[in-house]
Antibody, heavy 115, light 107 residues
Framework: QVQLQESGPGLVKPSETLSLTCNVS?????????WGWIRQPPGKALEWIANIYHTGRTSYSPSLKSRVTISVETSTNRFSLRLSSVTATDTAVYYC????????WGHGILVTVSS | ETVLTQSPGTLSLSPGEGATLSCRAS???????VAWYQQKRGQAPRLLIY???RRVTGIPARFSGSGSGTDFTLTISRLEPEDFAVYYC????????FGGGTKVEIK
């Protein structure tokens, strides 16, 4: 079955770059589908961050576009997120997901921005 | 950007009762591309409905979606204990946005 697993540091300092990876099993990234990142600040609603299609075409949330990069690594069947110049407001559980809409989700990883 | 407004913010109901959750878009959603998710505490969201009214395989028939244009509804016909959770709508017609969520709690 399709499984996604987020990985990366749980603590990032303000002004630094948050980097996360989503490892995918049970589905080949290059075979199709949208792959994306969604986040959820503690106690708040879901927020879409970015998408990438298997062709490499990307879409970004307008509010985060200037700071976000999403990329795919087909050789390792994973995709990644980079969010630059983080502040405390970027503290959230970050989810990776597949689909359009999102039918498969990772368990999520809590990333805290703090010095 | 299409803003989604969900109402009510909280719904207090008893098991066996029906629930009606609303999702209103600031502009018409292309192809009625609206999805509904259920999220329980500490878990990732689960996709219930897509295309406004299409139920995902394995989702119980008590969950149904309806609506078009700017107004969409998720109906739970008879609440089971496991249905008490937070529900989010999402539009994927033009870019992607989520609503603010509706919490269905036990009365």
């Amino acid at each position: 079955q399709v499984q996604l697993q987020e990985s990366g540091p749980g603590l990032v300092k303000p002004s630094e770059t948050l980097s996360l990876t989503c490892n995918v099993s049970g589905s080949s990234i290059s075979s199709g589908y949208y792959w994306g990142w969604i986040r959820q600040p503690p106690g708040k609603a879901l927020e879409w961050i970015a998408n990438i299609y298997h062709t490499g075409r990307t879409s970004y949330s307008p509010s985060l576009k200037s700071r976000v990069t999403i990329s795919v690594e087909t050789s390792t069947n994973r995709f990644s997120l980079r969010l630059s110049s983080v502040t405390a407001t970027d503290t959230a559980v970050y989810y990776c997901a597949r689909g359009h809409p999102w039918a498969y989700w990772g368990h999520g990883i809590l990333v805290t921005v703090s010095s | 950007e299409t803003v989604l407004t969900q109402s009510p913010g909280t719904l207090s109901l008893s098991p066996g009762e029906g629930a009606t959750l609303s999702c209103r878009a600031s502009q018409s959603v292309s192809n009625n591309n609206v999805a509904w998710y259920q999220q329980k505490r500490g878990q990732a969201p689960r996709l219930l409905i897509y295309g406004a009214s299409r139920r995902v395989t394995g989702i119980p028939a008590r969950f149904s979606g309806s609506g078009s244009g700017t107004d969409f509804t998720l109906t739970i016909s008879r609440l089971e204990p496991e249905d008490f959770a937070v529900y989010y709508c999402q539009q994927y017609g033009t870019s992607l946005t989520f609503g603010g969520g509706t919490k269905v709690e036990i009365k």
